[in-house]
């Protein structure tokens, strides 16, 4: 695990500086105390890290969460008997991992998985220009369209131009000038660059600047537009931050009525992440389901005993730590680490970064997972892929992360129904010439994202130096999601010597260079 730790380190860095503010922004709409969004962060970054097989998702408290945990805490009447309820969630996760739900998150189409990223990314950004020109609209982890301060999205960015700050706008766009520098100049230049990355010294330059404008007037950066984060006085008073489940009312129905909603929400949402961050993973790595909902239920017991919010894994951070270089879970871990030692340690100095600086780091997180590439391509994959993909973007812009997601899944559901013929779906798999480590795998005529737990875990279970002759000669439609398991399953295939020979009415061709170029023809697309 420390074989990459040159990568994983800086890439924690960052993924801490994006994960801190956000922890403090969630638990200020969920109505909790601000410390419990950091309690959700260092466990979801240790404990969750260690446990999960996930090589690049970071979990920590999820913003879809938010609403949910606000009206479970008013309707409970205490903080306690809430923390009661995450903690018997969890339990209720691990329940789901035993008996093996995690296999629930295959049965998203990669359209929909799609529209959830680009949706996440356009939401960022649009909810980080108030924060980027120094308007305080809402909290910084509201991701909801309709926001907490009665605003929405878009009324929120209209009243910007009423009261800019200057000292925030400018050290944004100098932290912007920056990340841009870095990421498209400076890290092909030297190797340098790509260890120290362009996020942490975008935000050592905002520190230096709000420490040196804070009596100049028009260019001082006020309070309530910095970093918050509580600053205990002593040891003891740290200690007292923490807050500890009441288990006077575990026979209470309400309770476990609000255990089970997390469960469920926090596992859908954790599945959802869990195949999209899978999707960005340049190694095209498998995450265990089942694994990780227990390492998500193990992590919410312990942040409910503690005090934390409910936690999921979390696109925003996962992506901003494959964006940064980040390898192997160590990278999660580490991030953990650093938000604990500094609310221990240096909780006065990271609330002196300007909020105005992380928003154009998130800036470009946003820009990553939803370029215009992105719409032009599905566009072009047809509209199978484009409806479902423009309804699961629109429906999180406009409502939110779960919204968006129900209504792409229906919407593809729909498509595929409509594109189905009565044939069973099936994969058959069996060995040849006498049991060699040769593998022909033959494909049904119709072969649908519905079939893509049953393909991964097959091409999974493929051993090294094998030999795979995927015969797709009966197959009249092979849907997109197929097409791209083929393609991320080459760079692994690649990895473990594993030669691939497609056998099709078209002819037979040896490790195609892409899947996508062979299949789209109006035979199989």
Known sequence: MFKQINKDFPASIVVFFVALPLCLGIALASGAPLFSGLIAGIVGGIVVGALSKSSLGVSGPAAGLAAIVLAAIASLGSYQDFLLAVVLAGAIQILFGVLKAGVIGYYFPSSVIKGMLTGIGIIIILKQIPHFFGYTSGP??????SQSDGENTFSAIGKVFDSISLGSTLVAIVAMAILILWDAVLTKKSKIFRLIQGPVVAVVVGIIFNFFTQDLGSLSIAKNLLVTVPVPDSFDSFIGQFTFPSFRMIGNSEIWVTAFTLALVASLETLLCVEATDKLDPHKRTTPTNRELFAQGTGNMVSGLIGGLPITQ???????????????????ILHGILLLISVIIIPTILNLIPLSVLAAIL?????????????????????????PFLVTVGGIVFADLLVGITLGLLVGIVVILIKSYQNSYFLHKENVENGSKT???????????????????????????????????????????????????????????????????????????????????????
């Open 314 to 332: 979390v696109i925003v951070r996962s992506s901003a730590n494959i964006q940064s270089g980040g390898q192997t879970k160590l990278s999660a």
């Open 363 to 387: 800036f470009l997180v946003g820009y990553k997972l939803a370029k215009p590439q992105l719409f032009v391509q599905m566009y072009k994959a047809g509209w199978k892929q484009s409806v």
């Open 439 to 525: 593998v022909k795998m033959t494909l049904a005529e119709e072969v649908t994202f519905i079939n893509k737990g049953a393909i991964i875990k097959e091409l999974n279970n493929l051993e090294e130096n094998s030999y795979l002759i995927m015969d797709v000669t009966k197959t009249h439609y092979l849907d997109n999601d197929i097409v791209e398991i083929l393609d991320d399953f080459k760079v692994k295939a690649q990895e473990r010597n594993i030669n691939i020979k497609i056998v099709s009415e078209r002819g037979i061709i040896e490790n195609p260079v892409s899947y996508q170029q062979f299949f789209n023809k109006p035979k199989t697309a």
């Open 140 to 145: 910084i982890g509201d991701w909801y369209f």
